[in-house]
Every structure is written in C-alpha cells, then in structure tokens.
C-alpha cells in the first residue's frame, strides 16, 4: 500500500511562503496524476495543483501564478512551492496520487496564513 506523508506547513505571514513536500513511501509506477489539494473548514477539499506523467500541470484558477508544484522522481517526492500567501489560502493541504487503479492520499498539512 502506497503512503504518502506531506510536511513543510506551518504559520506565516500574508505575502510569505512556504514549501510543501509529500513523501512516498516507493516508486510509483502507471500514476495518471500527482497533485495538492486543499480544504478549509466548511468547505469541500479543491484542486490546488495537479501533475501529469508529460510534465504538464494543472493550477486551479485562484492560484493566479502564486504556486508551482513540481516532483523529484528520484526521491519519490512532490513539492509545492506557495508564494504571496494571503489568509485565504489557509487550509489543510493534501497530497494525491491518482493511479488506473487507486487513488491515495495523504494525512495532510496545516498551512495557517495570518493578516
């Protein structure tokens, strides 16, 4: 069973930045997609970031240029670079690993954004 253990979130200030990580636990083989996903309380979790096995990637439309997820395929990693933070983007940030025949995520990680 695939794990996934994210880090790197914490409390900072509006217009910081952060840098996520997200630990596999092996090598991945056939993912369809690796991403970050978020979810403030009483909302549902959103898209943040997606990756596809050419290189391309997917950023959800409030990301405005702010984020940039990338992946170190020989650390079995995925990082997510968060730049400008504002208080809205506070929220529990998930890894996800979509594979043909699974998907699986992370415990998650806090990221608190302060005025």
């Known amino acids: 069973q695939l794990q996934l253990v994210e880090s790197g979130g914490g409390l900072v200030q509006s217009g910081g930045s952060l840098r996520l990580s997200c630990a596999a636990s092996?090598?991945?083989?056939?993912?369809?997609?690796m991403g970050w996903y978020r979810q403030s309380p009483g909302k549902t979790r959103e898209m943040v970031a997606r990756?596809?096995?050419?290189?391309?990637?997917d950023y959800a439309d409030f990301i405005k240029g702010r984020f940039t997820i990338s992946r170190d395929s020989g650390k079995n990693e995925l990082y997510l670079q968060m730049n400008n933070l504002s208080p809205e983007d506070t929220a529990v940030y998930y890894c996800?690993?979509?594979?043909?025949?699974?998907?699986?995520w992370g415990q998650g990680t806090q990221v608190t954004v302060s005025t």
């Open positions: 092996r090598e991945i083989i056939g993912w369809l997609t």
């Open positions: 990756l596809f096995p050419s290189g391309s990637t």
């Open positions: 996800n690993v979509y594979t043909a025949a699974d998907e699986f």
